[in-house]
């Protein structure tokens, strides 16, 4: 039996429609441990001129996991600490909230050795992404 359809692009509505079905699937599996099922748990360092400096983007998800997306330091101010206390202060607040297990990934010429300094380890490698280059995998239990 043929199915009629089309393909067309998405717009925001329909991400975050396309995202909620996933999530009321997933949820139907394994059921959800926080109350909020996507909990942001960001923060930024501001200079003198109120310029972000530094910014972590994090977010604690059904399960009381923490995926953190982006933890970015600017050039000028790095090696100073900032990176540092963006994971310290990430950590304790999706600790206090419940969270066992943080996962993020990097690349080589990012942030690997960081990571791993701070008690992450890698459970997974994706070479050649981008060619000529590796995606790391990290997790801690916290």
Request: aromatic letters at 14%; charged letters at 30%.
């Amino acid at each position: 039996m043929a199915v009629d359809f089309s393909i067309d692009n998405c717009r925001d509505k329909d991400e975050e429609y396309i995202c909620d079905r996933l999530v009321e699937y997933n949820l139907t599996k394994v059921p959800a441990t926080q109350k909020i099922h996507f909990e942001n748990i960001n923060k930024k360092f501001l200079n003198e001129n109120g310029e972000i400096i530094a910014g972590c983007v994090a977010r604690m998800y059904c399960w009381n996991v923490l995926y953190i997306d982006i933890l970015w330091v600017d050039e000028n101010y790095r090696h100073q600490g900032l990176g540092t206390e963006l994971l310290k202060y990430v950590e304790k607040t999706a600790k206090e909230k419940g969270c066992y297990l943080i996962h993020l990934d990097t690349f080589d010429f990012q942030a690997k050795d960081f990571y791993i300094e701070h008690g992450y380890e890698i459970f997974g490698t994706l070479k050649d992404c981008p060619q000529g280059h590796c995606r790391y995998y990290l997790k801690k239990s916290i």
